[in-house]
């Protein structure tokens, strides 16, 4: 089938569309390069550089008539929607509004939306924290994000479009840039291999679900066909703390180097990790990678 992957250059949805040009879809790549990466682009994928705030992406979905959307174009960054809340607002609410209005009047079979499990609950009542948890974003990321949920459900119900949204957890693996859309182990990484000092938020103590990229790219994969009309939280189950992290990154990079501690991120929710059981029935996906693979493979890319 023709699917176009917005933000395509970026960390994940580079791997998505490595999925589904592996599986054998034809595979249409838009992003405007603001924070992704040409070289992110696989080999087999068609490139679009545009904006989906643009008239060119309206144009571009008009012209393709692709049978999906994978929408993962987004600011990305908890720290840069606690400085600029209105870019979030526009990149990620009405961006994703225009992404499901053009994909119902073009005929798309099926849009899947990359959300967040992360911060979209806010401080959870308890933990794993399921798809039945209260929404409440502490954060204009976790608003943002959640706003676009809401639309995408307004023209599922009053157009017809059919979609499947997956709430992910952290994300780590190879081509996450600690530059750009940055988490803790790209960054960490980067340091560590660089012999740069690392500063950890806050204690360190809070604890996050951290999912390997590949394991989300198989979910991605696995809702084209499956999740109708439902929001699915993608992660492990289990949290993970800062420093937990620091100490398994430097023993893989065979560093001895030890971590300042600066102040706690505003916006940052501090415990959260994710129940992925109603994934496991609905997508049949469970994470296949673990922590301790994940972060091997992980430093091995970033060495290379």
Known sequence: MRILVTGGAGFIASHVAEAYIAAGHEVHVVDNLATGHRENVPAGAEFHQADILSGEFEELVARLKPEVVNHHAAQASVKLSASNPLGDLDANARGTARVAEFAAANGVRKLIYASTGGALYGDPEYVPVDEGHPIRPISA??????????WIGLVGRTKGLDYTILRYANAYGPRQDPHG?????????GKLLAGEQCTIDGDGEQMKDYVYVSDLARANLLALELGSRRALNIGT???????????????????EATALHGPPRPGDVR?????SSLAAGVLGWKPEVSFADGMRATVEAARE
């Open 141 to 150: 990321y976790g608003l943002s994000k959640y706003m676009g949920e809401l």
């Open 181 to 189: 859309e940055a988490g803790v182990v790209a960054i960490f990484t």
């Open 237 to 255: 189950c289990s949290g993970t703390s800062v420093n937990a992290i620091f100490a398994t990154l430097r023993d893989s990079v065979g560093s």
């Open 271 to 275: 415990n959260i990790w994710l129940e």
